[in-house]
């Protein structure tokens, strides 16, 4: 079967820098996204890796490796407005879009 | 102006009413999509739709029809609404001819069964 996993919850400090996992099986592979969901909103588009390595947009970069079916979405400089939870996608090999249950990410003064 | 759109954005209904949920878009994109939303899972495809004349099942189908009436228009319907299809619903479009052929979401419908 198709897998996505990350964790449920994180909690990080205003100003610090965190680092959400997503893993990975899926029945072929055309992409990872990333996106950003504040409650009770839509989903709002962030990344997209392909390729290995790590792909940086400001203060949100995000990493891919294939070979180990991960993926990691760093965000610097925390703020208040980040907290949210995030989402990891991955693109099959019908160009369907399997979804991760998403990361809340909580962040404190 | 929102490029893609849903209505109603709030819906409280009966156990076995058909009801219908509307999406238009005007970013001119020639894929649209379906999904539901749960607390605690993860976004779940119920129909696709690569363009007005393919309509395609998701992981989720049981339950639900759809219509594409249009390139911008793409309705859900629930033929006899049952309480766990309580759910937050959110229409998606995106490009085939784009590199990442990401996907842009409605604002999505909150809908109760009772």
């Known amino acids: 079967g198709q897998n996505i996993d990350q964790p449920t919850e994180m909690t990080a400090t205003e100003g610090a820098i965190v680092q959400i996992n997503c893993t990975y099986q899926?029945?072929?592979?055309?992409?990872l996204f990333w996106y950003q969901q504040h409650a009770g909103e839509a989903p709002t588009f962030l990344s997209y890796n392909v390729l290995d390595g790590l792909e940086e947009k400001g203060r949100f970069s995000s990493f891919l490796s294939r070979s180990k079916g991960y993926s990691y979405l760093l965000l610097k400089e925390l703020q208040m407005k980040d907290s949210a939870s995030y989402l990891c996608?991955?693109?099959?090999?019908?160009?369907?879009?399997?979804w991760g249950a998403g990361t809340k990410l909580i962040i404190k003064p | 102006d929102a490029d893609v759109t849903q209505t109603p954005r709030n819906r409280i209904t009966k156990t076995g009413k058909r009801i219908m949920l509307e999406c238009s878009q005007t970013k001119g994109h020639d894929r649209m999509y379906w999904y539901r939303q749960d607390p605690g899972l993860g976004l779940r495809l119920i129909y696709y739709s690569f363009d007005v004349k393919d309509i395609n099942k998701g992981e989720i189908s049981d339950g639900y029809s759809v219509s594409r009436q249009a390139q911008a228009k793409f309705s859900l319907s629930l033929e006899s609404a049952i309480p766990n299809q309580t759910a937050l619903y959110f229409c998606?479009?995106?490009?085939?001819?784009?590199?990442?052929?990401?996907?842009?979401f409605g604002p999505g419908t909150r809908l109760t069964v009772l």
């Open positions: 899926t029945s072929g592979f055309n992409g």
């Open positions: 996608a991955v693109m099959d090999s019908n160009y369907q879009l399997i």
């Open positions: 998606a479009t995106s490009d085939s001819g784009t590199d990442y052929n990401e996907q842009f």
